[in-house]
């Protein structure tokens, strides 16, 4: 690893317990299969009726999923090759997505006794564990990268754009050590959305 990277990540994961001469590790997930890739799409246009954001694409072409972690004994590789360990905080693999999207669904009961079954507008890539996701917002005409609130995910309000699309995100996310709360404030204050 890039001893600049490294610097960074321990610099902004300091807070979290990390020490300054922890051995630290980005696990990269295998390239995502031609045919996981088109279910994946299949599913988003079935869902938002727009297919995955291209930069995003080319991210999983070489990396269906992406963590940091810190070292300790004992630990294997076999996390590379399994995708279900890409999922808290972590940029997800589409395993993981698609599971998320399969079962995050409201089913609303009518007074008439009609009953229809909505879904969030939006699609996750980084999990923040209990707080949120940063995503993809499919409320408007092309997909933005968004902040959402775990809480409040079926409110279009409580989804905060804050790139206006992933290759953005992801370039502030390596610069800010790999950390997503330091990645949502560099890219407020830096004024991304205009790019």
Not at 73 to 79: C, E, P, R, T
Not at 91 to 111: G, L, N, Q, Y
Not at 138 to 164: C, K, N, Y
């Amino acid at each position: 690893m890039d001893a600049q990277l490294r610097d960074r990540i321990v610099q902004a994961h300091a807070d979290h317990g990390m020490s300054c001469n922890a051995e630290v590790e980005i696990v990269l997930a295998q390239p995502i299969s031609p045919e996981q890739l088109q279910r994946y799409q299949d599913c988003c246009k079935g869902r938002w009726g727009m297919g995955l954001p291209e930069d995003y694409v080319a991210f999983l072409l070489e990396h269906d999923g992406l963590m940091m972690r810190e070292i300790s004994k004992g630990d294997s590789d076999s996390q590379e090759r399994d995708p279900q360990s890409f999922q808290d905080h972590a940029i997800m693999s589409s395993e993981v997505v698609m599971d998320w999207v399969r079962s995050t669904r409201a089913d609303i009961a009518h007074p008439d006794g009609l009953r229809t079954r909505t879904f969030p507008a939006f699609l996750p890539f980084y999990d923040l564990t209990d707080v949120g996701y940063h995503a993809f917002d499919f409320s408007g005409t092309q997909p933005a990268v968004a902040d959402v609130d775990a809480e409040r995910l079926w409110e279009t309000e409580a989804r905060e754009i804050i790139a206006p699309k992933f290759l953005t995100w992801f370039e502030a996310f390596i610069r800010m050590g790999l950390e997503p709360f330091q990645t949502k404030f560099q890219l407020l204050s830096s004024g991304s959305l205009g790019n």
